[in-house]
């Protein structure tokens, strides 16, 4: 890829990031104010629990499929066919598990029983989830950033006619139905992003008979990068699975009362977290450029443009997390009202903050170890975090400082995984070619 196509790549995400996230303003606005502090609290609670479904279900498809599609070793249709075919069966399969061990997860691990029909609904979305993931790694593979650009401005526009229209009839009447239908409605939205991609496919890449079929040699090389790469995700939603399990328990043995736990735990994850992360829309899209094309560069052993990438990378993403960290950080009241209708979480901005400059850079780090082959390592490095992060945790709740024990493991997170993902790749290019 040319210079000036990587850039052009970048800047096509960047600006379809931009309309989407202002339309996520819109969203968590809407969705806010509609289910009110109760719904935001159900839905927090489960978060950490969907991501890691998500992570299993989709087995990190867009990263192999988008660095296998680059690299032009296999014919991109074999690959994007035979791997459908082999997840949807998956899936098919997870959510029967799913379906019986919802009760306990949320009766035995969550303490929150009545969450358990939101786990139910969580299980249908995922294989259509796991289809749009397929189809976003064959066009970022491809480098076609457009498809995944128009497929996010549709889903976010039907979530915001959802939210207007629909869901403030259903909420008034019941909160937990309300939250039910907001996590259902990606099943229309996963469709409408399905629909998107395969107007963009060239009609020779159309499905046809003889493509159902799951060939093992495709599903073996894809699945040699996806389980590394799934392995990391997976141990990183382990974490954030045990975050609120290890809180709640550890915090009410501490004497808290549950609506404490649940508000300030909202109020950490739902508005600080939330809105610290905004603008991570931006580093991810430089992400989703960065994989395919340091992947082909690897293949071609041009070890030059390895290091100029990564060192553009690292360049953009400093610099997003500085201005955004700083600009939050300065106007975190305003930005919570506007956003939310609250200042909830104010107090965890201003000790979050000063350190998510460091976070912006993890994921180009990471993202570039994968790309070279090196999703042990990285899976490694999360491992690691995790562990510090809920011994922390473990050891804080305990010493009565409330959520500020989840508040300074973060950090402590944050600082350690950036600075060995650093080093472990200072270590690979001093071992592989002079930096």
Known sequence: ?????????????????????????????????????????????????????????????????????????????????????????????????????????????????????????????????????????????????????????????????????????????????????????????????????????????????????????????????????????????????????????LLLISGYSNDFILTEYASYNAYAIGLLTLPSFFVSAICQILIPEISKFHAQKNKCMIKKRLKQALLYSFLIGFVSSVFILWFRDPLLVLLYNTTRGSDYILALAPFFVLFYLEAPLSSTLQALDQSKTTMKITLYGMILKLLLLSILSLLHIGLYSLVISEICNIIFVVSLHIRVILKYFRNNFEI
């Open 1 to 249: 890829m040319k210079t000036d196509t990587f850039k052009t790549s970048i800047f096509i995400l960047l600006i379809g990031g931009f309309i989407t996230k202002i339309f996520g303003f819109i969203i968590k606005i809407l969705f806010t104010r509609t289910i009110g502090v109760e719904g935001i609290s159900l839905y927090t609670i489960v978060m950490p629990t969907y991501s890691l479904l998500i992570t299993v279900a989709t087995f990190a498809l867009p990263v192999s499929i988008s660095k296998l599609v680059s690299e032009e070793v296999v014919r991109s249709k074999t690959i994007v066919f035979s791997t459908a075919c082999f997840i949807l069966l998956f899936n098919v399969f997870f959510i029967v598990l799913i379906l019986f061990l919802a009760p306990v997860i949320a009766t035995y691990l969550l303490k929150q029983p009545e969450v358990t029909p939101i786990i139910w609904a969580m299980a249908f979305t995922l294989p259509f989830i796991s289809i749009s993931s397929i189809l976003k790694g064959y066009f970022l593979g491809k480098f076609r950033v457009t498809p995944n650009t128009i497929s996010n401005i549709f889903e976010q526009l039907f979530r915001i006619f959802f939210l207007i229209f629909i869901l403030p009839y259903f909420a008034s009447k019941n909160v937990m139905l309300g939250v039910i239908l907001f996590i259902l409605v990606n099943i229309i939205t996963e469709l409408i992003s399905i629909f998107t991609f395969t107007c963009f496919l060239p009609k020779k890449a159309l499905l046809q008979r003889e493509h159902l079929k799951i060939q093992k040699n495709i599903i073996g090389r894809v699945m040699s990068i996806s389980i590394p790469n799934v392995s990391s995700r997976f141990i990183g939603n382990i974490g954030f699975f045990l975050e609120p399990i290890i809180l709640t328990n």
